[in-house]
């Protein structure tokens, strides 16, 4: 008879990443698994290494040591725009649309690279039509349908970013990388960005770095703890929220990571 236990998938992993600044080490020897289908956060206090370890993920930055695999393939050092060909998409910390485009148009930009004609900027602006009523269909999904004409930087805060997570979808990610996605958000955005989050990837691998413990609780299935660069906890967070370390780490406060 079978063992029915299935190994769960392995999407990303990091084994003994660490980098160095000048003889300062943001990054220690830090191993972590990404399960494939989860939420994963990463979490620690100001100056615990979040933003470098990203930064390394998406090749922004080289490892001083330390390697990273993608779908079990080293892509330690791969270019930004060769792991982002194989869906891995990252949203950054600040908005990052179009100001100055509708959001419908932004929604295009980023669906217009399976038409092969990314780069293609001298075609007439009708070869992109074909992708309104898809773009339209995203807009939808995040709750901007009726917001389709309006340039970007008409939006409230809360709707930029929405509409950003839309453009990030049209990638057609098999990993999201999300930078503290609640980041300067009334209590109000973060209620409303933190469900479409929870709703847009569904049955997608996410990994996020979120500073409002409440998002992470709601949404992460897996947590990561960092804390001077190193692994200082990890699991759920009934898990990490209760373990002594990381209580004394953000010394004793629950709301902000």
């Known amino acids: 008879m079978s063992d029915s236990t299935q190994t769960p998938s392995i999407i990303l992993e990091t084994r003994g990443l660490t980098k160095d600044f000048k003889g300062f080490t943001a990054i220690k020897d830090v191993n ?3 399960q494939t289908g989860h939420i994963h956060a990463l979490i620690g206090p100001n100056g615990a290494g979040k933003t470098t370890f990203f930064n390394l993920l998406t090749k922004f930055l080289t490892p001083t040591a330390g390697r990273i695999f993608y779908d079990g393939n080293d892509i330690t050092r791969h270019r930004p725009a060769e792991i982002a060909q194989h869906g891995l998409i990252r949203s950054f910390q600040i908005s990052a649309v179009f100001p100055h485009l509708s959001a419908r148009e932004n929604v295009r930009i980023a669906l217009q690279r399976k038409l092969g004609v990314s780069y293609h900027f001298w075609r007439p602006i009708r070869v992109l039509d074909q992708l309104n009523e898809e ?29 950003e997570i839309a453009t990030t979808i049209a990638l057609k990610p098999r990993l999201m990388l999300l930078d503290e996605p609640t980041q300067g958000m009334s209590a109000e955005d973060v209620s409303t960005v933190t469900d479409l989050i929870r709703r847009v ?39 990490v929220s209760t373990n002594p370390a990381v209580m004394e780490a953000y010394m004793g406060t629950t709301d902000a990571a």
Do not use: C, P, W
């Open 135 to 163: 773009a339209q269909h995203l807009l939808e999904q995040v709750g901007l349908g009726e917001f389709a004409d309006t340039k970007a930087v008409e939006l409230a805060y809360g709707r930029k970013r929405a509409l």
């Open 32 to 34: 972590v698994q990404v």
């Open 201 to 239: 990837v569904e049955g997608r691998t996410v990994v996020m770095v979120e500073h409002n413990l409440n998002v992470v609780s709601t949404l992460a299935d897996r947590i990561t703890v960092l804390s001077r660069g190193e692994v200082l906890a990890e699991g759920d967070y009934d898990t």
